[in-house]
């Protein structure tokens, strides 16, 4: 039951929650909702802190800041525009594969305004250039379907363009599977939006990115089995594995020209 959801997780977030949350949960729901379960998630591995001004959650170690998490929900766009995300419909032909470049883009534009927002926050001192940074994205707003192998997240992190087979010729069959190199997608108007995120300098503040495609309407039993968290290779300040209790880490190795997630 959704309601008797929103009830149990209040009880354990008011204390965190800002003076103008409830009236903002009425306005916009599912960002406040992303804010308040992530909050509760992470406090039940840690101790967390919330201010009104600042990120959402601070950890805390030792009775200090240890690291900082901004949650953002991602959104269709506005509607009409030729670069954002339709609604589905069943009706129609088209497959979700051939939107899902504009997701990756709605993604990769949630990353950026919390990027820079984190660049505001050390110009007000809140945080210091020596703590991690996490961007707690939720694209459940774009209401698509789901994305079981996260392909998305990773695409708007990371240079990955279409997945190919590669034959072996000693053995005749087909060895492995592969993705091709692509750090931009091009949008309608021709502009270009880079979507090698982890891979660009001027992100590596950015520790990494938890990531979730569900809401309130569809949460797994176990909370938090349904995020992921994606380490930034490049991170200033990276975080350890088993840091966040989720479903699942990607962690990415780079050798040469190649990358493996």
């Not at 600042?54 to 953002?72: H, N, Q, T, Y």
């Not at 954002?84 to 534009?109: C, G, H, N, Y």
Request: proline share 5%.
């Amino acid at each position: 039951d959704v309601r008797w959801l929103f009830y149990r997780l209040w009880e354990k977030y008011w204390a965190f929650a800002d003076s103008h949350f409830v009236t903002q949960f009425q306005i916009d729901l599912e960002a406040r909702f992303w804010e308040m379960y992530l909050t509760v998630f992470i406090s039940q591995s840690h101790e967390v802190k919330s201010a009104s001004h600042g990120p959402d959650i601070e950890i805390i170690r030792d009775g200090k800041s240890f690291a900082w998490v901004e949650a953002v929900t991602a959104t269709p766009g506005a509607a009409g525009h030729p670069d954002s995300v339709p609604e589905m419909d069943f009706s129609r032909e088209e497959a979700a594969a051939a939107f899902e470049d504009k997701i990756i883009m709605r993604l990769t534009s949630a990353l950026k305004t919390k990027v820079d927002k984190h660049e505001r926050y050390v110009r007000d001192g809140v945080v210091k250039t020596s703590e991690p940074f996490v961007v707690a994205i939720n694209d459940a707003p774009i209401k698509w379907m789901g994305d079981p192998y996260n392909e998305r997240i990773l695409k708007a992190l990371f240079p990955i363009g279409d997945e190919y087979l590669v034959f072996d010729e000693n053995y005749g069959k087909l060895s492995r599977s592969q993705f091709s190199y692509r750090n931009y997608i091009e949008k309608n108007n021709g502009s270009r939006v880079f979507v090698d995120s982890f891979l660009n300098p001027e992100n590596e503040m950015v520790s990494g990115v938890i990531y979730s495609s569900k809401n309130f309407s569809n949460l797994p039993k176990n909370h938090g089995e349904e995020m992921v968290f994606v380490h930034n290779p490049f991170a200033k300040n990276p975080l350890g594995y088993g840091l966040f209790k989720v479903g699942e880490e990607y962690r990415c190795s780079i050798t040469g020209d190649k990358a493996l997630i």
